[in-house]
């Protein structure tokens, strides 16, 4: 009897750590998100793109709008979501508390059954667009929303960014600084996000950084290929074999000497287009999306260890997008729903 008990023991041992093991492999797998855009041509109904992510184990999404539709599809899932708010949105948002409450109560409240992570007020805006002195006061006015509904521990309210509010003379990573025309708007945006404990999401693309400098940056330090060390930052004593770690390292060294060294940075997008720019092959795209998401697993030189929650852009090509070519090619899947490539999304 003792023999017997002991072996159901060491069973029942082996199955809690086995389960262990799953629980800390979804949630690493979990890290990974895919951005889904809908300015596209004949994309798939929202219910069947919401089960093309649980086929793929998709497990995070970002939306650029809040779309009923897709919110209703989202309901009773698990995965998590940011939900942006608009940039044409902020002028209302900030203009009165109750705006901001009639807000997330459609948006939110009435899907308490999505898992919204974070509420991302407004995608990229500058400085010298006429939304940023509305950025923030809306920010407040959504974060007040939020809290009064009871909702301050499961929702986190930011904005999302783009790199350009990175310093010319932010290289090697170590030089990383805010821009001058940048620093009174990221003041106002880090006092925020210290304060209520919510991380930067930044939009980070070493797609752009190479193809805008092709003779200056390694085609294999974009895409995660190269075999040795390409940039040491003595600064730091760092060395960089990737563009990604180089880029998210400089953000942190612009963050910290801007009083936001504690804040966690998302990656909110990043990825690689098929078509229509400089090294643009749907080679080069499975190369990079693939690579990424094993990478952001380990984190990067300065902060070793760290995973990094990530989302990749997209899940579709947007042929409706305005601007250059590059910018309606960056699916992994086709309108059909078949995978431009292969991709391992864990």
């Not at 793929?56 to 940011?82: H, V």
């Not at 044409?88 to 999505?114: C, F, H, I, P, R």
């Not at 999302?160 to 003379?169: H, K, N, R």
Request: charged share 20%; hydrophobic share 35%.
């Amino acid at each position: 009897m003792a023999q017997l008990t002991s072996i159901a023991s060491i069973l029942s041992t082996s199955l809690f750590i086995g389960l262990l093991v799953v629980a800390t492999i979804d949630k690493i797998g979990a890290q990974i998100g895919v951005c889904y855009g809908m300015l596209g041509n004949d994309l798939p109904s929202k219910q069947e793109v919401i089960d093309l992510y649980k086929q793929n184990n998709i497990q995070r999404m970002r939306i650029y709008d809040p779309n009923q539709e897709a919110l209703q599809a989202l309901r009773g899932t698990d995965i998590e979501l940011i939900l942006d708010l608009p940039k044409s949105d902020l002028q209302k948002m900030a203009s009165g508390q109750s705006e901001a409450d009639t807000w997330v109560q459609n948006n939110v409240q009435s899907y308490n059954d999505v898992n919204i992570k974070y509420i991302a007020v407004g995608n990229e805006v500058k400085p010298d667009e006429q939304e940023a002195q509305y950025l923030v006061p809306a920010m407040q006015n959504i974060q007040n929303s939020i809290n009064q509904a009871g909702l301050a521990d499961r929702i986190k309210v930011s904005t999302s960014v783009e790199t350009g509010f990175l310093d010319d003379e932010s290289y090697p990573p170590s030089k990383g600084s805010i821009r001058s025309t940048y620093k009174s708007l990221f003041d106002s945006i880090i006092e925020f996000l210290n304060n209520n404990r919510a991380p930067l999401l930044v939009n980070l693309y070493p797609y752009f950084s190479y193809s805008s400098q092709p003779d200056n940056i390694r085609l294999d330090y974009a895409l995660f290929t190269a075999s040795s060390e390409v940039v040491h930052d003595d600064g730091s004593g760092l060395g960089y074999q990737n563009l990604f770690d180089a880029m998210l390292d400089t953000v942190y060294s612009a963050l910290e000497k801007a009083s936001g060294g504690s804040l966690e940075v998302v990656v909110s997008e990043s990825g690689w287009p098929t078509s229509g720019g400089t090294g643009t092959t749907v080679d080069n795209a499975k190369t990079y999306n693939n690579n990424l998401v094993q990478h952001v697993k380990n984190g990067t030189p300065k902060k070793q260890g760290k995973v990094i929650e990530t989302y990749i852009f997209a899940m579709f090509d947007e042929g409706n997008k305005e601007g250059a070519e590059v910018e309606r090619h960056w699916g992994i899947f086709s309108p059909n729903k078949v995978p431009k490539y292969e991709m391992n999304f864990n």
